[in-house]
Each structure stands twice: as structure tokens, then as C-alpha cells.
């Protein structure tokens, strides 16, 4: 996979194209997580859910570029 996509001669990086389709994958989880009460035993579930984006975002880069 290229570093960087070229679109119209602006280069953009792929990992902001990882983006949007990581806050998908996000936010169905939280949906998920919420739903089944798993915040009740975290203490800080806005925390928590910071950590987990940027874990899955990472995990999707380093996918990305292994």
C-alpha cells in the first residue's frame, strides 16, 4: 500500500483514509458494549472509550503498513 494517495494532485495520507472506517467500527462497538451495560464497571467510561479508538486505530494502521 502507497504512503500517500494522490486525488486530483493532492496527496493525502492513507491512514486518513483509516479514519472514517475506523469510527465506524467504533462506534458500532460502543453501540455493542453500551447495550450489553459494560460501562457500569468502568470507571471512567469516556476514557474508555478514547483508549479503545485510538487502540483500534493503531491496530488498523499497523495492519495497514506491517
Same mark, same amino acid.
Given at each position: 500500500?502507497?504512503r500517500e494517495l494522490s486525488v486530483f494532485s $493532492?496527496?493525502?495520507? &492513507? %491512514?486518513?483514509?483509516? +479514519?472514517?472506517?475506523?469510527? $465506524?467500527?467504533?462506534? &458500532? %462497538?460502543?453501540?455493542? +458494549?453500551?447495550?450489553?451495560?459494560?460501562?457500569?464497571?468502568?470507571?471512567?467510561?469516556?476514557l474508555f472509550r478514547l483508549s479503545s479508538f485510538?487502540?483500534?486505530?493503531?491496530?488498523?494502521?499497523?495492519?495497514?503498513?506491517?
Open positions: 500500500m502507497p $493532492i496527496y493525502f495520507p &492513507t %491512514l486518513l483514509l483509516l +479514519l472514517p472506517l475506523t469510527a $465506524i467500527v467504533h462506534w &458500532t %462497538l460502543d453501540g455493542v +458494549l453500551a447495550r450489553i451495560g459494560f460501562y457500569q464497571h468502568v470507571w471512567h467510561p469516556s485510538v487502540c483500534l486505530y493503531a491496530a488498523a494502521g499497523l495492519w495497514l503498513y506491517h
